[in-house]
C-alpha cells in the first residue's frame, strides 16, 4: 500500500499580506493623530509674527521652555496659563535642571504678533536674570 | 459538451478580496485626509541674549570715542495712531531712513553693535520685523535693551 506523503496533503500556503497592511496603516494613522494632539495642548494657537527668514524647527535643546504669550499679554506654558511669577520659577527650575545635566537651556518664545512689548520683554528679561542664552522667537513665514 | 462558464470560479474571489482591498483603499483616503491636517510648523529667530547682549545702563553718550567698536542705539515707540516712530541714536529716522542707515553701518563696520530698545506699547511684529532686518544685514551684536527694575 502506498502511504500518501504530508507533502501532499499540505495545501499551499497563502500568506495574505492584506490585514497586516491595514494594520500597519491603523498604527501610522493612531500616531499621527494622537501626535497631533499633543501638539496641539502643549501649544496654545496665536498668530505668530511674520518673518521671512526663519529657519527651520531643529529641536536639538534637551531642557526647553516654550513660552506662549497671547494678544491678551497672558503667559501659557504647556497649555496652562502662568503669572509672571510662576514663569520665572518655571525658568529657575530650568535653569537648574540644565546645569546640573551640564547643557544649555533654551526658551522659546511664541508671542501674538499683535500683543505688545513689555511682557515680551519682561520674559528675555527673566531669561536674562537667570543666565539663560539661548531664547528662540517663534515666527510664521507665512503672511496673514 | 457542456464547457463550464469561469463565473464559477470567479464568484468566490469577488466575494472575498473585495472587502480587505477596500478596507485598504479607506485606510488611504484617511491616512491622507489626517496627514494634510497636520498643523504649519513654527519657525524660528535665534537671539543670544548672553552678558554682552542686553544693555542695562541706558541712556548714554553712545557717540562717546572711547568706545572701541561702534554702538547704535534704535528705540522705536508707537503712537496712538499705531505708527511706529524711531529714533536712530536718538536721531528721528523713517523706517526706511532707518533701513538705509542700517545696511550702511553694517557695510562699513559689521561688527557695529547694535542695541535695540523697544518701548513697552510697541507691537511684537513691529519689533520682529526690525531685528529680523538686523539679523540680515549681518551685524555680529544684535543686543535687546534691559530695563532695570526701580
Given at each position: 500500500?502506498?502511504?500518501?506523503?504530508?507533502?501532499?496533503?499540505?495545501?499551499?500556503?497563502?500568506?495574505?499580506?492584506?490585514?497586516?497592511?491595514?494594520?500597519?496603516?491603523?498604527?501610522?494613522?493612531?500616531?499621527?493623530?494622537?501626535?497631533?494632539?499633543?501638539?496641539?495642548?502643549?501649544?496654545?494657537?496665536?498668530?505668530?509674527?511674520?518673518?521671512?527668514?526663519?529657519?527651520?524647527?531643529?529641536?536639538?535643546?534637551?531642557?526647553?521652555?516654550?513660552?506662549?504669550?497671547?494678544?491678551?499679554?497672558?503667559?501659557?506654558?504647556?497649555?496652562?496659563?502662568?503669572?509672571?511669577?510662576?514663569?520665572?520659577?518655571?525658568?529657575?527650575?530650568?535653569?537648574?535642571?540644565?546645569?546640573?545635566?551640564?547643557?544649555?537651556?533654551?526658551?522659546?518664545?511664541?508671542?501674538?504678533?499683535?500683543?505688545?512689548f513689555?511682557?515680551?520683554r519682561?520674559?528675555?528679561?527673566?531669561?536674562?536674570?537667570?543666565?539663560?542664552?539661548?531664547?528662540?522667537?517663534?515666527?510664521?513665514?507665512?503672511?496673514? | 459538451?457542456?464547457?463550464?462558464?469561469?463565473?464559477?470560479?470567479?464568484?468566490?474571489?469577488?466575494?472575498?478580496?473585495?472587502?480587505?482591498?477596500?478596507?485598504?483603499?479607506?485606510?488611504?483616503?484617511?491616512?491622507?485626509?489626517?496627514?494634510?491636517?497636520?498643523?504649519?510648523?513654527?519657525?524660528?529667530?535665534?537671539?543670544?541674549?548672553?552678558?554682552?547682549?542686553?544693555?542695562?545702563?541706558?541712556?548714554?553718550?553712545?557717540?562717546?570715542?572711547?568706545?572701541?567698536?561702534?554702538?547704535?542705539?534704535?528705540r522705536m515707540s508707537?503712537?496712538?495712531?499705531?505708527?511706529?516712530?524711531?529714533?536712530?541714536?536718538?536721531?528721528?529716522?523713517?523706517?526706511?531712513?532707518?533701513?538705509?542707515?542700517?545696511?550702511?553701518?553694517?557695510?562699513?563696520?559689521?561688527?557695529?553693535?547694535?542695541?535695540l530698545d523697544p518701548a513697552d506699547?510697541v507691537?511684537?511684529?513691529q519689533f520682529?520685523?526690525i531685528?529680523?532686518?538686523?539679523?540680515?544685514?549681518?551685524?555680529?551684536?544684535?543686543?535687546?535693551a534691559?530695563?532695570?527694575?526701580?
Open positions: 500500500m502506498r502511504l500518501p506523503s504530508q507533502s501532499a496533503r499540505r495545501t499551499p500556503l497563502k500568506f495574505n499580506i492584506t490585514p497586516l497592511i491595514d494594520v500597519v496603516f491603523l498604527l501610522i494613522i493612531f500616531f499621527l493623530v494622537a501626535s497631533h494632539f499633543v501638539r496641539s495642548e502643549q501649544s496654545r494657537p496665536v498668530e505668530l509674527p511674520v518673518a521671512v527668514d526663519g529657519k527651520p524647527d531643529e529641536d536639538t535643546a534637551a531642557h526647553r521652555i516654550t513660552v506662549t504669550l497671547d494678544r491678551g499679554g497672558d503667559l501659557y506654558v504647556g497649555g496652562e496659563q502662568i503669572s509672571e511669577s510662576d514663569l520665572i520659577l518655571r525658568i529657575q527650575q530650568l535653569q537648574a535642571a540644565a546645569r546640573t545635566e551640564g547643557v544649555e537651556p533654551e526658551v522659546r518664545l511664541r508671542s501674538d504678533r499683535l500683543s505688545t513689555g511682557p515680551f519682561r520674559i528675555y528679561e527673566a531669561c536674562a536674570a537667570q543666565q539663560i542664552h539661548r531664547i528662540q522667537f517663534a515666527v510664521s513665514g507665512e503672511q496673514p | 459538451m457542456k464547457i463550464p462558464r469561469h463565473r464559477y470560479g470567479r464568484d468566490s474571489l469577488d466575494g472575498e478580496s473585495m472587502t480587505p482591498m477596500i478596507d485598504v483603499v479607506f485606510l488611504l483616503l484617511i491616512f491622507f485626509v489626517v496627514a494634510s491636517i497636520g498643523q504649519t510648523p513654527d519657525q524660528l529667530l535665534p537671539a543670544s541674549i548672553g552678558p554682552g547682549n542686553t544693555e542695562t545702563d541706558l541712556p548714554r553718550d553712545i557717540t562717546s570715542t572711547e568706545l572701541p567698536v561702534q554702538e547704535v542705539l534704535v508707537r503712537q496712538l495712531s499705531g505708527e511706529l516712530t524711531v529714533t536712530l541714536n536718538d536721531r528721528p529716522v523713517t523706517t526706511t531712513e532707518l533701513r538705509q542707515s542700517l545696511k550702511t553701518l553694517a557695510e562699513l563696520d559689521p561688527r557695529t553693535k547694535v542695541i506699547e507691537l511684537v511684529q520682529i520685523t531685528y529680523e532686518y538686523c539679523q540680515n544685514l549681518s551685524f555680529e551684536s544684535i543686543s535687546l534691559v530695563h532695570e527694575k526701580h
